[in-house]
Each structure stands twice: as C-alpha cells, then as structure tokens.
C-alpha cells in the first residue's frame, strides 16, 4: 500500500500536505496554551474560588495537587509515547485533562476541587510533552527552529494573557467557567489530531516498568512536596521536611538502580551518556528555577515598590516575554538556516546572567522604564535558551527514544521551577522579615510573620512609615532573590560552554537537497 501511494502522481498531495501539517501544527499549539494558561487563568481566580468554597486552608493544595500530578506523570507519558505510539498516548492525555477540567468546574467543595485538579494534573503532564515529542516526529530538527518563535509566541501570550482572561471569565461568567473553558479548545484540538495526524502505530511486548513508575513517582512527590512546604507550612529543618527529603532521596536512589535492571525502563539511563543531553538537562532546569522566580518576583516588586496595578499583573512582564519571543525566532530562523546552535546556549547564558545581575541592583528608586530594560536583557536570554534546549536534547537521542527524551527534558524544567519558587522565596521572606525588624521594629515584623506578601488592599491601610519600610524591604528582598538567580545562572554558562555543536538530523551538507527533502519526511509522517 505505502509503494502504491508513493507511486500515485505527487502534485495533489503537494499542495494538501502542508495544510495538513499547518492544521496538526495548530492543534498542537492550542494544546501548548491549554497547558500553560490553565494554572495562571486559575491562579486570578482562587480569592473567588475560596469565598465560594471555603476552606482556605487548603488553598495551596488546589495548586500543589496539580503540580503534582503533572510533574510524576510527565515521564510516564512521554515513556507511553515511545512504547505504544504518539498519537494515541496525547489524545489520552487530553481527554483526561478535559475530565480533569469539567469535574474541577462541577466541584462542590474544596477537597473535591484538589482531587479534580489531581486528575487535571494527570492529562496535563502528557500535554507538552506530547507536543514538543510529535513535533520531533514530524519535523527534522533543521527544520524545527521555524517554529521556536510559535512555541515562544504561545508561551509569552499564555504568561501576558493569563491573568487577564481569568480575570475577565471570572468577573463575567463565574470561576467554574476558568476550567470550563478549557473544554471547547480541547475538543478542537482533539478533533484536528484526530483527523489529520496520522502516525505509525507500535506495539511493544515489554510491559509497563510499573516500579520504576512508582519508584520515580514517589520521589518527584517528595522533592515538590520538600520545595513546597520548606520554609512555609514547615521550617526547612522540622522532621516532616527532613523525612521528606530522605524518602525522596531514597525513592530516586532506587529509581536509578532499578533502570538498570528493568527490561523497559521508564527513563533508559543510556540517554544520559550523551553529552550535550545531559548538559540541556541541567541548562533546562536552570532556566526553569531563574524564569519561574523572575515571573513570580518581577511583579511584586513592581506593585509594592513602583505602585504598578495587580490587574496589569501579566503586563508588567511584557519587556521580558517580548524580548523572549523576538530572541527565540531570530534563533529558529538562524539555526533553520545554517544548521548551527553552539552560540545561542552561550549567549543566552551570558545575557541570563547578566540580566539577573542588574535586576539585583533594583531599590526603592529604581525607574519601570529602567526595570523594564533589565527585564528585556533577562528575557534576550531566555529566547536563546527555552526552545533550543529542547531542539539539542531531542537530536541527541534515537528517535525510538523522542518522548523520554522530550518527558526528561521538561520534567527537569519543571523541577527546576519548584526548586527557583521554593529557594528564591525563602531568600525573599527572611529578608523582607529581617530588614522590616530593622526598620519598623516589632510592628514591621508581626506585619510580615504569616506572609512577606502583602497585597494592594493591606499595603494601601498602612501608614506612610511602615509602607516605607515595607518597600525597602521589598527591594532587598529582590535583591537577594536575583542576586542568588544570577550565581545559579552561572551553572549553566559552564554548562553551556561543553556543548558539543552535533550536526542537525536533515542537515546535510548541501542546503537546498536537505530542504528539498525534508517535506517529503513531514508528509510522510503526517
């Protein structure tokens, strides 16, 4: 059959085929929305979520229990990807996230509301996973830095437009609808996948490496559960965290002990003894600790010290995220077009250290037009590192290895992430308490014991004094934060320097024959 359609006259499908990979391409990115809009769209809408439900004592569960889910299942995902075919294994992961989305909306209490985002959680782990795994299958890495600048474009306009749209959906329609929405873009994309990607169909006899799940479950949970609680509902040193930290190190000890021996391993260690694998692992989760506490910081500062408004939040960060996106398409295109990326993990390591470091430099004076060039040198950065982390890891595997290649990668961001939030907050609250002792004495310190966030309401009833003090606490804490991101960015210069620039699969030697081949691959896979 595959002989007698490569025997039929090829003009037709010439002109169908790159519909067909703009269509799948499209669905792919609304996924990619789905995936990162749905925690900042939730996010905007908690105070309501709270006031309808109660139970505010567990509100950091709302979020941990999907940051959870996702985080353990995002390997086992990309791991079902590569034994039993792509295509099945992300369609499965949506309809679980719409499920997820659809019960959390009909959820009648708090501890419903956790348990629903759990299962949301569950679906979400295999949604950009699959996305950055199929796009590794359609298109040849040469060609793939053409759609860094998408990829940059969704995640800049999911972080802006967040806020803003769970804002307007809950003021308008109700906090249910900030998971219901999810349902009507889901079904699109679900729909396009399902008509247009067809990929080849595996089957593997191995069995499901059910320990090593378990094993790396149980370590992953520990390891968010230790960043996410330390300094917070427990001192870093009580014997909850300490025995958080010894089952997670034991569970991750096993784990690796345990794929050696297993005949189907969850995360093949030999994926490892690539160089350049390993080295976008560690770059990838150094960007994932600096990008998350930048995004969480970057807007307090803004609101508490240059009385910027809460309901801009996603705004404030416009500098950074655009000159994001502008760096990620200049290096698609350039490593599109010359098969080479040695200079951009190089370069953006530089520009993240060196942005960190002037965002460090933030006081009480410090102009937004001033913090918003900071922000864009930070931002230059990140463009050059987000999307050729992923590019790099994947060319550094076999392609029956593309999903755990592509669930490593992003489990490593997003654990990077918990550890950035969890060890820049903690810089952040001892310092904002400490210099609050100092200047507004035992008032400033009771202030700031349960929370060293103060929101706009709270902040506007305190006297001028004791604002006063709050700001400069504010910004030492800043300082304190960034000047700690900067020294872990240098983690990833070092990195960045022993990458080993391997030609681009697709990229041979003569240009115009690689990019006269490379429709016929896509087309073919699709």
């Known amino acids: 059959m595959a002989d007698t359609q490569a025997a039929e006259p090829q003009a037709p499908e010439d002109e169908k085929q790159p519909r067909s990979v703009r269509v799948v391409l499209l669905a792919l990115m609304i996924t990619m929305m789905l995936a990162m809009l749905d925690n900042m769209i939730v ?76 299962v949301q959680g569950l679906g979400a782990g295999g949604l950009m996973v699959g996305v950055m795994a199929i796009i590794g299958d359609l298109i040849p ?11 940059a474009g969704v995640m800049a306009l999911a972080m802006i437009g967040g806020p803003l749209v769970g804002g307007t959906i809950t003021d308008n329609w109700g906090w249910r609808w900030s998971f219901y929405i999810n349902l ?19 089957r593997s006899q191995a069995r499901i490496d059910y320990l090593g799940v378990a094993l790396l479950t149980v370590g992953i949970t520990s390891i968010v ?12 040193t009580s014997a909850r965290i300490m025995e958080l930290i010894g089952i997670g190190v034991a569970s991750l000890i096993g784990f ?28 990838g989760f150094i960007t994932g600790f600096v990008m998350f506490g930048a995004t969480l910081y970057l807007p307090l500062y803004q609101q508490s010290v240059q009385g910027a408004s809460a309901t801009n939040s996603g705004l404030l960060l416009l500098p950074m995220l655009g000159a994001m996106l502008v760096t990620s398409m200049v290096a698609g295109r350039v490593t599109t077009s010359s098969g080479r990326y040695y200079v951009f993990p190089v370069i953006g390591s530089v520009l993240m250290v060196v942005g960190l470091y002037l965002l460090s430099l933030m006081d009480t004076g410090t102009s937004r037009f001033t913090s918003g ?154």
């Open 373 to 526: 060039v900071f922000m864009a040198v930070v931002g230059l950065g990140m463009g050059c590192l987000m999307q050729i982390t992923m590019l790099v890891a994947q060319n550094s595997v076999e392609m029956k290895d593309m999903g755990v290649a592509s669930s490593s990668t992003t489990l490593f961001r997003t654990l990077g992430s918990s550890f950035g939030v969890a060890i820049m907050g903690a810089l952040f609250n001892n310092r904002v308490q400490d210099v609050m002792a100092e200047r507004a004495g035992a008032v400033g310190a009771k202030m700031t014991e349960q929370s060293a966030q103060l929101d706009a309401a709270s902040l506007a009833k305190l006297p001028d004094a004791v604002r006063e003090a709050y700001q400069h606490a504010v910004s030492a804490g800043t300082h304190s934060a960034f000047l700690l991101g900067a020294v872990v960015a240098v983690v990833a210069l070092v990195a960045a320097v022993f990458v080993k620039e391997v030609p681009l699969k697709g990229a041979g030697p003569k240009t115009q024959d690689a990019e006269a081949a490379a429709p016929p691959a896509v087309v073919e896979a699709v």
């Open 184 to 202: 009507p873009l889901g079904v699109v994309a679900l729909a396009a996948i399902s008509a247009v990607l067809h990929l080849p169909k595996k």
């Open 43 to 118: 996010g905007t809408a908690m105070p309501t979520i709270v006031g309808d439900l109660g139970g505010l004592e567990h509100l950091s569960w709302v979020v941990t229990a999907y940051t959870l889910a996702t985080a353990a299942s995002t390997p086992v995902w990309g791991k079902l990807g590569d034994m039993y075919g792509r295509k099945g294994a992300f369609m499965s992961s949506i309809v679980i996230f719409l499920i997820g989305s659809a019960l959390s909306g009909m959820a009648q209490d708090m501890p419903q509301l956790i348990g629903f985002r759990a």
């Open 225 to 236: 559960l230790v960043t996410t609680w330390g300094g917070t509902e427990y001192a870093w």
């Open 256 to 283: 690796v002990f345990w794929q050696t021996k297993a005949a189907e391993p969850v995360v093949p260690l030999h994926i490892f003894r690539s160089r350049n694998f390993t080295l976008m692992s560690v770059i």
């Open 141 to 151: 890495p040469r060609e793939r830095g053409k759609y860094q600048g998408m990829m």
